[in-house]
């Protein structure tokens, strides 16, 4: 079966469920599940459910689509979401945007646990993308392209939502937290990097570094969708001379704190921006 018609069955069986029009898709990153319990929820659905959604790993098992309202927004929430590095395809792992697409959202605001290869950037830093650098090896839009999916050769230049950025920077800073505008790293994992990786991405430019995103953001991109990208510094990865070994467990804790500054911004950025 054709992605577009896998994508068109997925979105009828939603469609079974609710006819809520979500206007905004939103995808939460490891440890940045809070946000999801202020939404209203309307419809709530598991991945396991769901037509052509990877099955569950044990990672993603409480994975869930969530239609419902945030701050006055219709918005359509992945509480969970498919790496690459657990062993899905690029297929798998960015089939959900596919059917956000579908079922009428216009942005995307994807968020993230991010190493910082910035020397300025502290644990727990907003770190909004205003441009990336993708370094893995597979490409979701390899292939036969579907012109009804997006063009052959998507143009990249304008590819985050400045306005967006601009606009967040602006809440974080009358919050009073501490913000930057940067580039994603973007490799497939799922070991995190030497201290000479760590260095080469400070030289070409990576701000951040992180094991997601870059596929999501690319057909995200390849669907005319409008894209803001937070990412939360969980662990300060340059100047090399202070490194520390680091633990999911660590990343988590300063993520899961830092995750309510991006829960604050977010819900103020949906209520700003249209
Ligand atoms: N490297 C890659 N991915 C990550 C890191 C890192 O240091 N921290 C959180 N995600």
Same mark, same amino acid.
Request: proline share 4%; with cysteine; charged share 20%.
């Given at each position: ?12 069986? %939603? ?14 990153? =490891? ?5 999801a319990a202020?939404?209203?929820?309307? *419809? ?7 037509? !052509? ?23 359509? *929430? @992945?509480?969970?979401r498919f790496? /690459?590095?657990?062993? /899905?395809? @690029? +297929? +798998?792992? =960015? ?67 400045? +306005? ?7 809440? *974080?800073?009358? +919050? ?5 505008e940067g ?16 260095? @080469? %991405? ?8 992180? @094991? ?9 991109? !390849? ?13 300060? *990865? ?5 490194? =520390? ?6 990343? %988590? ?22």
């Amino acid at each position: 079966m054709q992605l577009y018609d896998q994508i068109q069955e997925t979105v009828a069986f %939603i469609r079974k469920h609710t006819d809520f029009a979500p206007e905004v898709g939103i995808i939460l990153g =490891t440890g940045l599940g809070n946000l999801a319990a202020d939404i209203e929820v309307v *419809c709530e659905l598991n991945y396991a459910d769901l037509p !052509h959604f990877a099955a569950a790993t044990v990672e993603s098992h409480s994975g869930k689509l969530l239609l419902g309202n945030l701050c006055g927004r219709k918005v359509v *929430c @992945m509480a969970g979401r498919f790496h /690459y590095y657990e062993g /899905y395809t @690029m +297929q +798998q792992v =960015t089939f959900p945007v596919r059917v956000m697409k579908f079922l009428g959202i216009e942005r995307i605001i994807i968020s993230n646990a991010a190493g910082g290869t910035n020397s300025f950037y502290e644990n727990g830093d907003l770190v909004f993308i205003s441009d990336h650098i993708n370094a893995h090896h597979e490409n979701p839009l390899r292939g036969a392209n579907d012109e009804r999916l997006g063009p052959r050769f998507p143009d990249l230049l304008h590819t985050y939502d400045m +306005q967006v950025n601009s606009i967040a920077l602006d809440i *974080c800073r009358r +919050q009073g937290f501490r913000a930057h505008e940067g580039v994603y790293y973007g490799l497939p994992g799922p070991n995190l990097e030497t201290p000479s990786e760590y260095k @080469m %991405i400070n030289t070409l430019g990576g701000d951040v570094v992180g @094991m997601s995103t870059i596929p999501e953001v690319l057909v995200a991109k !390849h669907s005319g969708l409008r894209i803001t990208v937070a990412s939360v510094v969980s662990n300060k *990865c340059f100047p090399l001379d202070n490194l =520390t070994e680091t633990t999911i467990e660590e990343v %988590i804790e300063v993520v899961t704190k830092a995750g309510e500054k991006l829960r604050t911004v977010v819900k103020e950025l949906l209520g700003s921006v249209r």
